[in-house]
């Protein structure tokens, strides 16, 4: 089964076709500048077939970006399928799947209307997650079924002393404020894969999974659930990320605004956009430039990653407690499928709770490794993320269940 996987920015559309079953990646590539002037990438993964890189495509809306890559899969020379009939689903990323997804679903027209009731939540994401969605069914028709896989849906699970804000309940059960928790999809495919890994049943393992890239979550999995994670109501909480707060004392907005003269956007602004390791190094929000400028003597770049690495450490620790314990630690994404050294700053220390880090093990990069000493108590794993994938797994198990 061949599932075109498909994650629609405002301006920009990243799609991948792969086979789930047999993990075969076929073509991958980027739709840029939608509505501007179009700018199309598509990388064949199969021999003897090119490359296009960034080539001018007319794409006024999203749905000659989906023509345009459907055109790219099956061009006859350098496609990679001979029809559009073999692609046989199409898996959506939705960002914000509100309370009403706990799971990925075949896109309905009640579902849309779901999607459309979701967007307060996710008013950047949602629209954009929905016009893709829209383009797909117009340019490849009804028949082709369509599935939204949520990036919140994972977290559903989260007990309500984990997700509820200690605010006036009114705005919970009135206005839908409470945690939400994102890149679900990147938690529940570590999960999985921690599983494997360790010869044993998610159902028995107690995990904590660290997704660290530019955006930045942990999650707390007890038993394949998620039962605590990093970020809430928005992407904006948690650990500070590459440009944003994280968790900040709501205090600061009254004082910085009154003394500054902000208005709310320009606050909130800054907190998603100037903040972060960026705030605080003022230099860049690359972890790979701060641990170089920290070397290199720049107190505030090295400060950043001190926080940031401060920050996962704290999280591993309140996570074991929130479960009565951990059976692996689980590194991925950008930073902690690179970055021996944040890893080891991270984890190391925790020997009290049964953490031991093999300081060779962990010299890997991007490679599923036991990172951890042979008789660590609790293992620490790296490995490599892959949402593209569970979207196209889930995608297939809704499909063939039709
Ligand atoms: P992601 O959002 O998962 O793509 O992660 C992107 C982030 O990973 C970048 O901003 C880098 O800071 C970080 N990263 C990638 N490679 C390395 C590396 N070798 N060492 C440290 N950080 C890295």
Redesign the pocket.
């Known amino acids: 089964m061949n599932v075109l996987v498909i994650n629609a920015g405002s301006s920009s559309l990243k799609y991948q076709l792969l086979n789930p079953q047999t993990e075969t990646l076929l073509a991958v590539g980027l739709c840029e500048r939608i509505g501007i002037d179009g700018k199309f990438t598509y990388k064949p993964q199969l021999d003897g077939k090119e490359t296009l890189k960034a080539i001018d495509v007319a794409m006024p809306t999203h749905s000659e970006a989906i023509q345009a890559v459907l055109n790219a899969l099956v061009d006859e020379k350098n496609g990679v399928i001979a029809s559009m009939k073999e692609i046989d689903a199409v898996g959506h990323r939705v960002v914000h799947g509100g309370d009403v997804f706990s799971g990925s679903v075949l896109i309905t027209d009640d579902v849309m209307k779901a999607l459309e009731d979701c967007i307060p939540l996710a008013p950047l994401h949602n629209p954009a997650n929905i016009t893709g969605i829209n383009a797909c069914v117009a340019v490849m028709g009804a028949d082709v079924p369509q599935v939204g896989v949520f990036d919140t849906a994972f977290h559903q699970t989260m007990p309500a002393k984990a997700f509820t804000y200690a605010l006036p309940y009114k705005y919970y059960t009135e206005d839908k404020v409470r945690r939400y928790g994102f890149h679900g999809t990147s938690h529940k495919y570590v999960a999985g894969r921690a599983a494997a890994m360790l010869g044993k049943d998610v159902a028995d393992l107690k995990l904590v999974s660290c997704h660290l890239?530019?955006?930045s979550s942990v999650t707390a999995i007890d038993a394949g659930k998620s039962v605590d994670t990093s970020m809430g109501f928005t992407p904006l909480a948690g650990l500070p990320m590459?440009t944003r707060s994280g968790d900040i004392d709501a205090g600061i907005m009254e004082y910085l605004m009154n003394k500054h003269n902000m208005d709310i956007t320009e606050m909130v602004s800054i907190l998603n956009k100037k903040s972060g390791v960026f705030g605080v190094s003022d230099l860049s929000?690359?972890?790979?430039d701060l641990?170089n400028a920290g070397k290199d003597g720049n107190a505030e770049a090295a400060l950043s990653v001190e926080m940031f690495n401060y920050g996962v450490k704290k999280l591993i620790g309140s996570y074991a407690a929130a479960m009565g314990g951990v059976d692996a630690v689980i590194f991925t994404?950008?930073?902690g499928e690179?970055?021996a050294s944040?890893r080891l700053d991270i984890a190391g220390g925790l020997e009290f709770m049964g953490i031991t880090m093999d300081a060779e093990a962990n010299k890997v990069?991007g490679e599923e490794t036991v990172i951890s000493t042979a008789d660590s108590k609790v293992k620490v794993l790296l490995i490599p993320t892959n949402e593209e994938l569970m979207i196209a797994m889930d995608t297939a198990a809704i499909v063939s269940a039709l």
């Not at 929000?285 to 790979?288: A, G, P, T, V």
């Open positions: 890239g530019n955006g590459g929000s690359d972890f790979r641990e994404a950008g930073v690179n970055s944040q990069r």
